[in-house]
Each structure stands twice: as structure tokens, then as C-alpha cells.
């Protein structure tokens, strides 16, 4: 256990729908890092907060939005589905300024039919 | 941006051999961290190895070691006597001090271990 935790494990809806995915992130971490994987294929980092603020953005479609919450979870909204979003979503976190290490969760499986 | 390549998409290697996993980057900046991730079937990113670019002194843990050459900003990772449990998909990571705390990945190599 990484200590990052993200729900749901596996998710399978349809196109056109709407999924929130949600990371708490380790004990202490204030940095929340949300990344794609889709099959086979590298991660593609989408975006990443900081004690509630947004520090960069990746390559994240409008259709997909994220906050960071006063208790430091944090969801990643994914609208309008396409059968392409179908992959493997992935929370990491770490301390934040200085910090050399990502922690990864275990990753939310979204399945689009 | 950063970026980091992988060259090796696919790699094998007899059970109890060693391997050489390949990863550069590009970068201006002087002082920065690299690391090699490990992802099982299971899917879960695995924390192998770093290396802070400051020293000189290659990374080791246990089975893994690292080749950092900072000059030719290459930073390969090797694997000795490899064992089944190796099998999975490597991916070498750079992070950056100046980009806000930002991690670039590279394309992975997939390792297979031939019993």
C-alpha cells in the first residue's frame, strides 16, 4: 500500500456520460499529480495541484477538469465521454516544493462502451 | 519541456542475467532528479531507483544500479541477476526544480524474463 488512495478501482459506463474520480494522497503530501495511461502506451500527465491550487497543466481536454479540496483529496472530473477516454488514471502525490519522489496510487481502470 | 526517451520498447533477459535498460534526456538545467519506475502487470507505478544530478556517485539498490553519465545525459539502469518478479514495464522519469516540481516520463520499456 503507497499510502495514495484512489476510487474507484474500475469503472464502466457509456459514452456521453460523466465520471468524477477521486486520490487522497499520502499522509503529509500537499502535491497532487493526475496522469493518463492508456493501453500500452506511456503517461500522459494532465495536470497537478498544490495545497488547493492549480501549479501546471498538462494535456488535458476541456472535457476533463480537477480541483483540489481544503482537505487535500482531490477529483478529477471526466464529461462527455469517448470511447478513446477508456484508460487507466492515475493519482500521485508528493510533498510539494523540494520534494524528488512521486508516489503513485493505484490507479482508477475507466472502461468506456 | 524536458524530454526523456526510451529507445528499447521491448527487452528480454534470461533469468539470473543482467540487463541494461536505456533512457536520455534533454535538459539545460544543472540540477535535477531521475528515476526509474517499475509497472508490474498489477499496474502499479513502483519506485526502483533515483539519482540526484548533483552526484556523482551512481544509485544503487540491491539488484539495481544506475549509469549516470551527466555529460552525455544518459541515465540507464541495470539489472543483475534477474529474477521473474523483474518482469515489467520500466519507465525512466525526470523531474525538474524550475518547472514547478514537474515529472516527464518516458515511453517505457517493456522487460521480458525468460525462465
Known amino acids: 500500500d503507497s499510502g495514495v488512495t484512489q476510487t474507484p478501482k474500475h469503472l464502466i459506463t457509456a459514452t456521453g456520460q460523466r465520471v468524477t474520480l477521486r486520490c487522497s494522497p499520502r499522509?503529509?503530501?500537499?502535491?497532487v499529480y493526475w496522469y493518463q495511461q492508456s493501453l500500452d502506451q506511456g503517461l500522459q500527465f494532465l495536470i497537478q495541484?498544490?495545497?488547493?491550487?492549480?501549479?501546471a497543466k498538462g494535456n488535458i481536454l476541456e472535457r476533463f477538469s480537477a480541483q483540489q479540496f481544503p482537505d487535500l483529496h482531490s477529483e478529477l472530473n471526466l464529461s462527455s465521454l469517448e470511447l478513446g477516454d477508456s484508460a487507466l488514471y492515475f493519482c500521485?502525490?508528493?510533498?510539494?516544493?523540494?520534494?524528488?519522489?512521486?508516489?503513485f496510487g493505484a490507479g482508477s481502470r475507466l472502461t468506456v462502451l | 519541456a524536458q524530454t526523456v526517451t526510451q529507445s528499447q520498447p521491448e527487452m528480454s533477459v534470461q533469468e539470473a542475467e543482467t540487463v541494461t535498460l536505456s533512457c536520455t534526456y534533454d535538459?539545460?538545467?544543472?540540477?535535477?532528479?531521475l528515476f526509474w519506475y517499475k509497472q508490474p502487470p498489477s499496474r502499479q507505478m513502483i519506485l526502483v531507483i533515483r539519482?540526484?544530478?548533483?552526484?556523482?556517485q551512481n544509485a544503487t539498490e540491491n539488484r539495481f544500479s544506475v549509469n549516470f553519465q551527466k555529460a552525455a545525459k544518459s541515465f540507464s539502469l541495470k539489472i543483475s541477476d534477474s529474477q521473474l518478479g523483474d518482469a515489467a514495464m520500466y519507465f525512466c522519469?525526470?523531474?525538474?526544480?524550475?518547472?514547478?516540481?514537474?515529472?516527464?516520463f518516458g515511453t517505457g520499456t517493456s522487460l521480458t524474463v525468460i525462465p
Open positions: 535538459t539545460s538545467e544543472s540540477d535535477y532528479y
Open positions: 499522509s503529509g503530501d500537499l502535491s
Open positions: 522519469a525526470y523531474r525538474s526544480p524550475n518547472t514547478g516540481n514537474q515529472f516527464y
Open positions: 539519482q540526484e544530478a548533483y552526484k556523482q
Open positions: 500521485a502525490s508528493n510533498i510539494g516544493s523540494g520534494a524528488n519522489v512521486l508516489t
Open positions: 495541484y498544490y495545497n488547493g491550487e492549480e501549479r
